[in-house]
Antibody
Framework: EVQLVESGGDLVQPGGSLRLSCAAS????????MNWVRQAPGKGLEWVSY????????YYADSVKGRFTISRDNAKNSLYLQMNSLRDEDTAVYYC??????????????????WGQGTLVTVSS | EIVMTQSPATLSVSPGERASLSCRAS??????LAWYQQKPGQAPRLLIY???TRATGIPARFSGSGSGTEFTLTISSLQSEDFAVYYC????????FGGGTKVEIK
């Protein structure tokens, strides 16, 4: 059974930093591209970042570019999101999710087939 | 950015009835469209990808149709467990989601 378990969410002040983790099990993690998707309280979904299976390709949404860093450790079956310079508008539940769309040998974020349960990040003074 | 617009915002349906949810893209997304179901306090669950292909384990009462800019998710006979919020998402470009349709009990 595929399992994705996020951790690291917390209350942090504006301008602060936080590192989220996602532990994967039940599938060959090293073969799959991964993503972070967030959902502000009572709001819709927003894709945040993508990383390919080998970490060779990384993408970010404009809203987090330059502040967030995605990474993975395939030996530990883990995905990470380092979040710096946090803002009020970054308050959300953060989900890790697997999935990509590949065409003509190029892969990028696609549909998201498996999701973790999410971890809440609250940015507030 | 491709804007996804879902309608209606809320759909009131009786159990056993058919529900049709609409999703419109601000520009063509070909068939690169997915649908998700989300229940309170839970993560979204993938229902449909490629506009019309059911994900693993999804019941046949869920079906997707459309291409280009107009898409529909149909639930043929609503079960109690189907009352939830449904989101569409395009991945023809950087992924964007619609605002959701809440399917509630009439």
């Amino acid at each position: 059974e595929v399992q994705l378990v996020e951790s690291g969410g917390d209350l942090v002040q504006p301008g602060g930093s936080l590192r989220l983790s996602c532990a994967a099990s039940g599938f060959t993690f090293s073969s799959y591209s991964m993503n972070w998707v967030r959902q502000a309280p009572g709001k819709g979904l927003e894709w945040v970042s993508y990383i390919s299976s080998s970490s060779s390709t990384i993408y970010y949404a404009d809203s987090v570019k330059g502040r967030f860093t995605i990474s993975r450790d395939n030996a530990k079956n883990s995905l990470y999101l380092q979040m710096n310079s946090l803002r009020d508008e970054d308050t959300a539940v953060y989900y890790c999710a697997s999935g990509s769309y590949c065409t003509n040998g190029v892969c990028r974020p696609g549909d998201f087939d498996y999701w973790g349960q999410g971890t809440l990040v609250t940015v507030s003074s | 950015e491709i804007v996804m617009t879902q309608s209606p915002a809320t759909l009131s349906v009786s159990p056993g009835e058919r529900a049709s949810l609409s999703c419109r893209a601000s520009q063509s997304v070909s068939s690169n469209l997915a649908w998700y179901q989300q229940k309170p306090g839970q993560a979204p669950r993938l229902l449909i990808y490629g506009a019309s292909t059911r994900a693993t384990g999804i019941p046949a009462r869920f079906s997707g149709s459309g291409s280009g800019t107009e898409f529909t998710l149909t639930i043929s006979s609503l079960q109690s467990e189907d009352f939830a919020v449904y989101y569409c998402q395009q991945y023809n470009n950087w992924p964007t989601f619609g605002g959701g349709t809440k399917v509630e009990i009439k």
